[in-house]
């Protein structure tokens, strides 16, 4: 971590203090399909949860390539608190993206967790008082059981009666969430459904999705260059890119520790790590893996410079930091696939950690917003020339 303030730097060291914890508590996160609330203790003592937070409100308002170096150091101690994690810290920035009105109600106690639902499953109506009505279901909602606030795509129509997708800002407390996550794959990340039935919701917490998109929302004060207004989706990419680098740190760390004493059955090597092939399988994840932080350093510093010139990204820009953070992604999975072939039919079994290490960043791997061909095709889109196709960039 480059950063010069030390409170940033403080928390960096408290979650690297934390990572045997952590990475302890990956069993009792599957098994009650929800991380412990220790965990979430913890990290919120450390600072976690205000380093997206404006400074005006007790926040840390750290930069993001500073999240990002926390964040991938949770995601390696533990996949489902690195991936919670990520996703409340990313959206605990979207706040800062709306009215004053709204940023005041979500940043009151200087520390916050969001999740959010941007695939628009639910409807808005405007009601005579000025406010909104929201109701609607949204799925796989990571980090629903224990977030503060909810950030919520739902599509509103128009006078013209077109419908148009906006998102609302809602505490927790005023939705309903299920009990319905069983998932083989990031087991831990308590991805719940939740429903919002007739909710009221006040106009300064409903903001058009194209305008946050883009960053022009009005009614807001820290506009212009101040740093942290960052181009929302290649934001969101950084971030996400974090936790699938972390968790390939993670496992090839415990990948290491495991291979002391082993052999490899059915063959004369006594020792793995004498195994030329066990060799090369290690250098190809090690090189993986440091091509994927090499990426990932690439786009942060172009994200920054954007930010603090209070410039936003072309649309080639956008495209690219979509292609190569979706990129570095698969360059993750691909190293924890390779210290996976190398593991020995022993690695599948419950109790060794290696295991959950690949299950879950094989699941998280096929979230839509990080797919590898998806995001390759909007990239080489732009490439050669022709229109992303998408507006999320």
Not at 263 to 281: A, E, F, M, R
Not at 314 to 342: H, P, Y
Request: no cysteine.
């Amino acid at each position: 971590m480059t950063t010069t303030d030390s409170a940033v730097t403080a928390v960096l060291d408290e979650v690297t203090g934390l990572v045997d914890t952590l990475r302890k508590s990956g069993p009792e996160a599957e098994e009650r399909r929800w991380i412990p609330d220790e965990n979430i203790e913890l990290l919120d003592k450390a600072g976690v949860y205000r380093l997206a937070v404006p400074r005006r409100f007790g926040g840390l308002e750290a930069p993001v390539a500073d999240q990002v170096r926390i964040l991938g150091e949770i995601a390696r101690a533990d996949t489902a608190t690195g991936w919670v994690s990520m996703i409340w810290v990313s959206s605990a920035w979207v706040p800062s993206l709306f009215p004053d009105k709204a940023q005041e109600e979500v940043y009151a106690g200087g520390a916050v967790r969001v999740s959010t639902g941007f695939t628009p499953s639910g409807t808005l109506a405007a009601a005579e008082d000025g406010s909104y009505t929201l109701s609607g279901s949204w799925k796989w909602l990571s980090g629903a059981r224990g977030a503060n606030w909810a950030l919520l795509s739902a599509l509103l129509v128009g006078p013209d009666g077109t419908p148009a997708p906006f998102a609302a800002l809602v505490p927790f407390s005023e939705l309903s969430i299920a009990d319905d996550w069983h998932a083989a794959y990031g087991a831990g990340t308590g991805s719940s459904t939740a429903t919002a039935e007739n909710v009221s919701v006040p106009a300064h917490r409903v903001v058009s999705l194209i305008e946050i998109l883009g960053g022009t929302t009005g009614g807001r004060s820290n506009t212009g260059a101040t740093g942290r207004n960052y181009a929302f989706v290649p934001f969101f990419m950084a971030q996400g890119a974090s936790a699938y680098i972390g968790i390939a740190k993670g496992a090839y760390e415990l990948f290491l520790d495991r291979l002391p004493g082993r052999g490899i059955t059915y063959t004369s090597w006594t020792d793995q790590s004498q195994s030329p092939v066990t060799q090369i399988q290690v250098a190809i994840a090690a090189n993986k893996i440091a091509a994927a932080e090499a990426l990932q350093d690439n786009w942060l510093r172009r994200l920054q410079e954007h930010a603090d010139a209070g410039t936003g990204p072309s649309v080639e820009e956008r495209a690219a930091a979509r292609g190569t953070a979706a990129f570095a992604i698969q360059l993750a999975k691909e190293a924890v696939d390779e210290l996976f072939e190398a593991s020995g039919a022993s690695v599948i079994m419950r109790d060794v950690p290696f295991q959950r290490y690949h299950r879950d960043i094989r699941g998280l791997a096929l979230h839509a917003l990080f797919a590898f061909n998806t995001n390759q095709e909007v990239h080489g889109r732009a490439i050669l020339g022709l229109a992303p196709d998408t507006p999320f960039l």
